[in-house]
């Protein structure tokens, strides 16, 4: 049974109810979604481990999150002492008791942690009122006022930073940028397509179905955040990866479709032809993409559930569409969708014709070539690291980031300090306070900490937070070393010896130490999951034990290529004034395990087609030398347009101004371009040349499995090869 093919035969036979059916789910959907919003992820829901651990006791113990922001006052000439600087301060702090949105007011002139040590610099510390998750949009009037009193005393810097502030400008920024690429993917997916097709209507069908898929499954996604709660990053992965699969499997069906009509078939024939082999082949592939996906929900983070689940519904979304609404469009325009003609194309490409003729020629040294450049490029994979990004990180363009950079040099790691939570029975005891201090004293002495080393209790006196600046950036290896030193030594050392006590530990740090673990003691499953379902799915589908791990092998391959570049130009710094980022030294902390699933499924997309050709064309009768030449370069046209269709969109968002987005787009735009290239166009013909009829090896004790054949292949091989 081809459920594709009896897909697009009901769906060209009923194309009103298809086509009208699809946009009421899409008008629904976007109501529906705007009308109940979406639910965001809280910070306690973001953090994993010891940090989760110490969110939960904070939140129990009435400490409720909230965001804290700081002003920094700065002179070149004056000091802290002075009589100018001190009525800056109280200048200061007078403007900012009058704000009902500031509480738990913190003076430097009362503590001399709040001045640096030159003492040319000072800082006046506050939290947000409310909760955090919604402290950034409350945060403005606060700026307006910091920003009056720097045009007041144009001799000091006078600038704020904090959470709330950074989250306002990074949802700005994270805003403008999506914007932005929804903009400008549309008409350059569109020019793509039309060069492809040399039609603007053949062009326009892909771009509308798969924005539409996008627009709908953005509903969904809201509706699914009040169970899984929404990531900041499933907006953006939504709309790179609906935009990039919808195109894709658009772009498979309706060139073969249009392949069977140059052929000489009726329209309907050529439509059950399409649907039956190009339809069959974005069934296998949108599943495996699926499976893909569904591989994050195991990672053991809220956000990769997050995003897991958004990739999930909008990829399967693009592939209902696809099997649905295309058939149904292409039945009632028929020829029509040539309409807008441009210029004549060609099914094979002269470059693809010139790069196969050797390598199916001499097969052993063109993968050998080819795989050499592969693995010299994975190389600098093997110095990963990774960290959660942070305010530094925010585009050197937006003002707060400079208060962020001049305050890190003033006052080194206070900006991100580790915060550990001691829970007792009476934090006040004397033997508690006693323990307190000597946690100072030996963090200060370890020389992995710093000034100011604050401290705060709950009304119950049960739960103390102490806040410890550490040495480094808060992200980079000198800092994870001063938290290894702060869990392991300092604090069993100090509160740890406080009988029936609790502790753990907290902040950017400790959130992306503990992701980290988290990530590398999940990233097993992850990969057992997605190779294990992925090789069934293809030996099912293929009815070879060859094909899935000859696929594998290649996707693996691939993605370790893609993984090197990657390190190779944010973790080590190159290409940052081409690119336009500044490198914190490392690779974000979700991105390996995410880029792993979405490109695993990807890379399979265009296995799938282009083996499915192969097999069709074997199955008619040819040779596997045969089908393998023809195969390809029937499909090499499409793979080609796809690709860049893919190429481009993730160059886009390689654009925008976020680190953790520009390394996702430039992660995927290598991916898929070496995808594309090397391994489809050298390494898969020369690895199937090689292997011949072992392609097709299945073990007789697998001989039970369904045989699933595209009718669309039962024709002659002389009109197959035509």
């Known amino acids: 049974m081809n459920i594709a093919a009896r897909a697009g035969r009901w769906s060209a036979t009923h194309w009103k109810a298809a086509t009208f059916g ?139 930073f904090g959470d709330a502030s950074a989250g306002r400008e990074l949802s700005k920024t994270i805003n403008s940028g999506l914007k932005r690429a929804g903009e400008l993917s549309l008409p350059i997916t569109f020019l793509i397509l039309l060069v492809a097709f040399g039609a603007f209507v053949a062009a326009g069908l892909p771009v509308l179905l798969a924005f539409s898929a996008v627009l709908g499954s953005g509903g969904l996604a809201a509706a699914a955040s009040h169970l899984i709660h929404a990531s900041e990053a499933t907006s953006s992965v939504m709309l790179l990866m609906g935009m990039a699969v919808g195109v894709d499997y658009s772009l498979f069906y309706l060139r073969r479709e249009r392949e069977e009509r140059r052929a000489g078939h009726s329209e309907a024939t050529a439509l059950e032809r399409a649907a039956a082999t190009s339809g069959r082949a974005v069934l296998a592939s949108g599943i495996t993409v699926l499976i893909a996906m569904a591989g994050m929900l195991l990672a053991g983070s809220k956000v990769f559930e997050s995003i897991g689940l958004g990739a999930m519904l909008v990829v399967f979304t693009a592939m209902v569409g696809s099997l649905t609404v295309l058939p149904a469009l292409l039945g009632r325009l028929g020829d029509k969708v040539e309409k807008g003609h441009v210029r004549s194309r060609r099914d094979t490409s002269r470059v693809w014709d010139l790069v196969l003729r050797p390598v199916l020629r001499f097969p052993a040294p063109a993968a050998m070539l080819c795989a050499g450049v592969l693995a010299v490029m994975a190389l600098p994979v093997l110095g990963l690291h990774t960290t959660l990004v942070g305010l530094g990180d925010l585009p050197r363009s937006i003002p707060i980031v400079a208060a962020y950079d001049k305050t890190e040099r003033a006052f080194p790691g206070a900006q991100t300090p580790a915060q550990v939570v001691f829970r007792a029975a009476n934090v006040e005891s004397p033997a508690a306070r006693a323990s307190i201090g000597r946690l100072e004293r030996l963090a200060l002495a370890s020389g992995q900490a710093r000034e100011p080393i604050q401290t705060s209790v709950n009304a119950g006196h049960t739960v103390a937070r102490i806040q410890v600046p550490l040495v480094g950036t808060g992200v980079d290896r000198v800092s994870m070393n001063a938290l290894e030193v702060l869990r392991s030594r300092v604090l069993p050392a100090s509160i740890g010896r406080v009988p029936g006590s609790e502790y753990a530990v907290t902040g950017e740090t400790a959130g992306t130490r503990d992701f980290n673990s988290l990530t590398k ?102 040779s596997t030398s045969e089908a393998v030449d023809r195969g390809i370069r029937t499909t090499a046209g499409t793979v080609s347009a796809a690709a860049t269709v893919m190429v481009a969109v993730f160059a886009i968002f390689a654009s925008l101004p976020t680190l953790d987005i520009k390394q996702l787009g430039v992660g995927l735009a290598v991916a898929v371009l070496l995808d594309a290239t090397l391994i489809r166009g050298v390494l898969l013909p020369a690895t199937m040349k090689m292997f011949g009829e072992w392609n097709w090896y299945l073990p007789r004790w697998l001989g039970w499995l369904p045989r699933v054949r595209a009718e669309a292949a039962r024709r002659p091989a002389t009109e197959a090869a035509a």
């Open 521 to 622: 003691s999940h990233f097993p499953l992850v990969f057992a999951f997605v190779l294990g379902l992925a090789f069934v799915l293809l030996l099912v589908t293929f009815r070879s034990l060859v094909i899935p791990l000859t696929s594998i092998v290649l996707n693996l391959l691939s993605m370790a290529a893609a993984y090197g570049v990657l390190v190779w130009v944010f973790q080590d710094g190159h290409l940052q004034g081409l690119l336009g980022f500044h490198s914190n030294g490392a690779i974000v902390t979700w991105l390996p395990l995410f880029l792993f699933a979405v490109l695993f499924g990807l890379s399979t997309d265009y296995q799938v087609f282009i083996v499915s050709r192969i097999k069709e064309l074997r199955d008619a009768g040819l």
């Open 22 to 160: 699809w946009l009421a789910f899409v008008v629904v959907a976007v109501i529906a979604g705007n009308a109940i919003g979406s639910v965001k992820l809280t910070r306690s829901e973001q953090d994993t481990g010891s940090s989760a651990r110490a969110q939960a006791i904070l939140y129990r113990a009435g400490f409720h999150d909230h965001a804290g922001e700081s002003v920094l006052i700065q002179s070149r000439t004056r000091v802290a002492s002075d009589p100018a600087f001190r009525n800056e301060v109280q200048a200061v702090l007078a403007r900012l008791r009058t704000l009902p949105q500031v509480q738990a007011l913190r003076s430097p002139l009362v503590d001399a942690g709040q001045i640096s040590k030159d003492g040319h610099s000072a800082l006046v510390e506050f939290e947000m009122r409310g909760g955090a998750d919604s402290a950034s949009d409350r945060v403005q009037p606060v700026l307006n006022a910091v920003a009056g009193l720097q045009r007041a005393a144009p001799a000091f810097t006078v600038a704020e």
